[in-house]
Structure formats: structure tokens, C-alpha cells
């Protein structure tokens, strides 16, 4: 088999999404992820310009060699643009395996660890109130696994409150918009919303809660533990992870479970995090972490460490980089959890796909390869359209992590 062509596909049907079709010479195509929102057409450009070249002639199913190629060969060696564009690459080549092998992607994986994939909704609200409320339309809708995030009394706008509230999508501006942040207010507020939480809804429900980057190591250890007594099942991003040593201060301090990793790009980012077993779920993905090859070594290298998968799942992975998600998940013996941010239904119909939920699980379902194709005269009819993230500010006015 030799690859004929590779076309990259952008559309925005509700937000944007870059895609790669490869096709070979046989009629077997697939396809990758490799949006990274906010910076979509530096990827569409990396693999335009360098990586579809290089690939013309090549064997699809050398994808251990294609990945090496394009990571050793590149001298330029990881970040969220290169690692975006491998791994958008080695999705589409696991893709066209398993359709030529003509079973689900799970079994080349090893097979299934496990029935279906744990996944774990968004429940957010202006305040206490309104996040009880969402809680309980989660746990309505079977859910097991529940983040949580409230507005914070004195702040106008914080991350992870939205007005709506399945769909919710935070790159909402053609140019970034601004939310003020207090560590004082959040702290104090972020118990009180848990301890209601459970007052209402009792143990059962696995509660999440992410931080989004916003303490410092000594703030998120006195967090950590404040947040004890309600026991969460994990609490995401507490500091920024540049400095994977932070963690070692959190760490002595709180029993609460860490997670860690949406933006990190390589195993290189998360090694002391891992070896000194300083996080309990890492929340590499598919497409931002190099693609199934690469995220697989990742978790392989955490299973040693009792560290488990938390998969970002939010609107930004496309649904592609959600059903190779599912197909690793469901095989990965370290499996922990998979984040599930609803698409809107344009977007599940620009990209049809044989996942599917039910009572708290997404089941990856069994067509060959990964299960997730486009549609592209749909995706036609949705153009690129600008759209940022928002950036944070402190009270002073200084700029702080979003
Ligand atoms: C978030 C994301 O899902 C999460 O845990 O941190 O919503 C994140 O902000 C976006 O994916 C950024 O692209
Ligand atoms: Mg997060």
C-alpha cells in the first residue's frame, strides 16, 4: 500500500477544526486530528507545507517509522504545533490499519480491558446554586463522574462558567476577551461550593474540579486540602507544569488526587510528574501528545508509576482525536477516566461517528478503524472564522495564567 495524497481540512461548524485525510492507492483513507485551538492555521500550514510532501510514496502501514521520521527528522523537535501535526498523521495512519485490517482500532491496541470508557461531564453555574442544579442534571443523565466550576461572588466572569450549558465553548472572540482573577475569593469560595455539593448529592457521584493553572504551589496545597473532606476524584491543572518540580510541594501537603497535563506535548513533559509519582491521572490527549503512538508510550510509561489516563476531552479535540481517544482507553490497562465536553450537533454531523453514550460510558463501537469519518461538503459550508481564547488578568491589571 502506498499513500496517493494528504488533505488538510479546515471547517468550523459552531468552532474550528483542523483535519487530515490520507488516501493511498488501495481506497482506504484516514483520518487525523490536529486542531489546536487559537492556532489552527500554524498547523494547517506545518503540514501543508512540510509534512504532506514528505509522505507522498510511503508505506501507510510503517506508522512506528513515519512517526520516528517525523519527529527525529524534523531536528525542530516537540511542541503543540509539531506534535499536533504528528500526531494528526499517526491517527489517520492507525486509521488505515485497522480499516485494512478491517476491525475496530481497539484490537490492534490489544483488545478491550474493559466494557465501556468512564467519561465525566461539565457542570457549571453562575454560583453555588446554579452549579448544584447542573450537577443534577448529570447525575440525571447517568453520569458517574462530575466537574464541577461556580462563578466566584466579586469576580464578573471566571473559566468554566458558561451561559450555555451543554454546549459550553470557551474560544468565544475574534480577538482574546478578558476575565479577572482573584486567588483570594477563589480560595475561600471553591470549599463552600463542594461542601454543598455533597450536602445535596452525598458521596456517590466522582466529583472533579479544575483549577486551570491559576495558584501558586503553596496556594494549591492549602486548596488540596481544604478540599478534603469531600473528596475529590481529582483536582485538575492546580499550578502551571512548566515546572514539573512544583509538584513535589503540593504533593506533601494534600491526599486530594492530582491531574495534570491537557497541554503537555511529549512524555519529556511529563517524566519527574510520573517517576516521582507526583500526579495520579495524566491528562495527556491523541492529538496535542503526539497521537496514539505516542500518547500510548505515555500511558505505558505511567501504568509503571500507578499514575492513570484522565484524557482532555474538551470541544477543541475534534471528534476524531474523541473516538481514537475511546479505542485507547477502552485497551489501556491504567485507563482512569475520559473527559466528555459535548459537540454541538453540527459538529456531529460534519464528523458522523460510531461512538456512542450511555449511562455515564462512551462505547467506541466496532467499525473498522477508528470509527470517525468527515464529511467534507458539509465541512465546506462552514469556513475558518478567527476565534481566541480568553486571556487573565489580576485585579492590579497584571496578566495571570487563563
Ligand atoms: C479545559 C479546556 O477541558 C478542560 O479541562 O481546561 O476547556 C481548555 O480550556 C481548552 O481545551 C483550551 O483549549
Ligand atoms: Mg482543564
Redesign the pocket.
Known sequence: MKITDAKVIVTSPGRNFVTLKIMTDECVYGIGDATL??RELAVVSYLKDHVAPCLIGRDPHQIEDIWQYLYRGAYWRTGPVTMAAIAAVDTALWDIKAKAANMPLYQLLGGKSRAGVMVYGHANGRDIDETIDEVGKYVELGYKAIRAQSGIPGLDST?GVSADKLFYE??DADLPSENVWSTTKYLDHTPRLFEAIRNKYGFDPHLLH?V?HRLTPIEAARLGKSLEPYRLFWM??AVPAENQESFRLIRQHTTTPLAVG?IFNTIWDCRTLIQEQLIDYIRTTVVHAGGITHLRRILDFASIYNVRSGC???T??SPVCMGASLHLGLSAPNFGVQ?Y?RHTPETDEVFPHAYSYSDGYLYPGDTPGHGVDLDEALAEKYPYRRAY?PVNRLEDGAMWNW
Open positions: 485551538n487559537g473559566y470557551p474560544a479544575d486551570h485538575e491543572d491537557e482532555h476531552g474538551a477543541d479535540l473527559e465536553m481564547l
